[in-house]
């Protein structure tokens, strides 16, 4: 054990060498651990990628979310279990007077926990260097500390390219996969007087995951769909989820080398949605590297600018790869193929994705799970104990924790509500997310104006046009043009389940990690989608 010196403060640490920087120390060592001279008061759980659960909160280990099937597109799959306090690649923990004490590996496939009374983080895998094992520990106000570690992770990792954010309208929230030419023709036009930059297709266009062409919805084709946006004067933008395959796409029957497996020499699972099972793609398989190369070429020759790739945790999974390196450097080094690819001038947007590997390669990044229009699902917060489902206390809870990427990255909230109809979001929730959106400086929504009234038309456009003086007052705490934004109340989770919700919730839980259950919710989905459609 040595000390490491802070105003007013020592902290006894483990490590094998130390150097000093801006604003703390760097560690060196594949394992490290900080004794607390304080017992923390909370912890920062800082979950894997995009949809994973940020927050500060007791210093305790959180339920593993139900249905466990999902776990491997909602968490770390590796730590779904873990017994204590922990989060990916960093940790920090609350102490006394207002300052914190934070350990934030500098690199990736690293983990923090809490345990006896100290911070400890870890190297998972042995192929890393114990050279590049390097941590930064920052102690004092906690702005300044996570600011220190930003820094730190911009000079190793990069920073997103783009300037500035584009103002964005995106098909997911309003017609969801219900898409086809028409209705967005009807769309686009409707969105003529409203200042957007990007009209971005999602999920919806394509024959399949992983059969990245367009569908029967679609018939005159990719390139039509680009050029009829870029005809109203915006640049197109295109989701697909590159990284994921499910049985009925044609990978699957035909190049079942290219997926990832387990030691057993099974597929491993990256959930299950659009009613089938995922499965990943094996990031270090050569095959498919000039694959993923040649997709994100044939996307951008269709005209397509705005790229959001999603669901890319995938290529992150803990599994036997082609070639045997960790798992987050087998992602990394897929998604710089992919970013090569795009070009520097497109606009990259990653989603589902593992936060830090993900950083220098992409323009944005969704830093929370996905907006809904409604607050929250009474089963998933009560019965599921799963606060990474679509929903807006979720994303603002997630997301406000994650605005220390905003140096990094253009840290993306997810889409912003004016509608009143189909919604039981009430105003000032819609509110909070518009505010939250002007804190990120990341703009979209996803109503079609024929959806709005003059009033919300007239809310939406002066939304996008007006850049609010934003100035952080503490955590959760903001100023916009001198009004105070409190996102505090969105912070609480579940509490534990007595006996008789906690028996439900097995049984929901156990319920829905059946695929049957999973295939019938699917196919009731896309029912009453069918009908939105006709309320253009
Ligand atoms: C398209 C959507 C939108 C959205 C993304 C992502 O756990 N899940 O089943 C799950 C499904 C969809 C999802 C996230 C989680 O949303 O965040 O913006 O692009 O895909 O399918």
């Known amino acids: 054990m040595s000390i490491l010196q802070f105003e007013n403060q020592q902290i006894n640490a483990a490590f094998d060498n130390l150097t000093t920087t801006n604003g703390g120390y760097i560690l060196r060592g594949r394992n490290t651990s900080l004794k607390l001279p304080f017992s923390a008061q909370a912890y920062f759980h800082h979950g894997w990628q995009s949809w994973s659960l940020a927050v500060w909160s007791k210093p305790e280990a959180l339920p593993t979310p139900r249905p466990t099937i999902l776990n491997p597109m909602q968490i770390d799959p590796l730590y779904a279990k873990h017994p204590n306090p922990n989060g990916s690649w960093l940790g920090a923990v609350e102490m006394p007077r207002g300052n914190i004490l934070l350990l934030g590996a500098l690199n990736l496939d690293s983990h923090v926990q809490l345990r006896d009374g100290s911070l400890q983080g870890w190297y998972e895998d042995e192929s890393i260097e114990p050279s590049a094992c390097e941590w930064f520990v920052g102690f004092g106000p906690e702005e300044k500390v996570f600011n220190s570690y930003a820094q730190l992770l911009g000079k190793r990792l990069g920073h997103a390219r783009a300037a500035t954010a584009y103002r964005v309208w995106c098909s997911w929230y309003s017609l969801y996969t219900a898409i086809d030419e ?116 044939r996307v951008r020759a269709w005209g397509f600018e705005y790229i959001k790739l999603d669901f890319l945790y995938a290529g992150a999974l803990p599994g036997k790869r082609y070639t045997p390196i960790a798992r987050e450097a087998a992602y990394r080094g897929g998604l710089s193929v992919i970013r090569e690819a795009l070009g520097d001038d497109a606009y990259f947007l990653t989603c589902g994705a593992p936060i830090l590997p993900s950083i220098g390669l992409c323009d944005a990044m969704r830093i929370g799970p996905d907006v809904a229009a409604i607050w929250e699902s009474a089963r998933d917060s009560l019965l599921l104990n799963n606060p990474t489902t679509p929903g ?56 079609p104006a024929q959806w709005l009234t003059k009033t919300e038309r007239d809310n939406l456009r002066a939304f996008l046009t007006h850049q609010p003086k934003v100035e952080y007052v503490g955590r959760y705490k903001y100023t916009l043009d001198e009004r105070l934004v409190d996102f505090s109340p969105s912070m609480d989770l579940p509490k534990h389940p007595t006996w008789f919700l906690a028996l439900l919730g097995s049984i929901t839980g156990w319920l829905g990690s059946q695929p049957i259950t999973l295939k019938l919710l699917d196919k009731m989905g896309k029912n009453s989608l069918d009908k939105l459609k006709n309320r253009l």
């Open 392 to 447: 807006l206390k979720n994303a603002i809870r997630t997301t406000i924790n994650r605005l220390w990427l905003a140096p990094l990255v253009h840290t993306d909230p997810d889409v912003v509500f004016f509608r009143s109809d189909e919604t039981s979001l009430t105003p000032e929730q819609k509110t909070l997310m518009q505010d939250l959106a002007q804190i990120c400086k990341f703009k979209a929504t996803s109503d």
């Open 182 to 297: 028409p209705s967005l023709q009807t769309i686009f036009d409707g969105l003529q007087n409203q200042p957007f930059d990007v009209l971005q297709v999602d999920d919806g266009w394509q024959i399949g995951i992983g059969d990245w062409q367009a569908n029967a919805k679609f018939p005159s084709g990719m390139k039509s769909l680009a050029d009829r946006i870029k005809a109203t004067g915006r640049k197109a933008g295109l989701w697909l989820a590159p990284l994921l395959v499910v049985p009925s796409s044609s990978i699957y029957r035909d190049h079942h080398d290219w997926l990832l497996h387990n030691d057993q020499g099974q597929l491993v699972s990256a959930g299950f949605n659009w009613g089938e099972q995922l499965y990943a793609l094996d990031t270090t398989h050569p095959a498919v590297l000039t694959w993923l190369a040649d997709l994100m070429r």
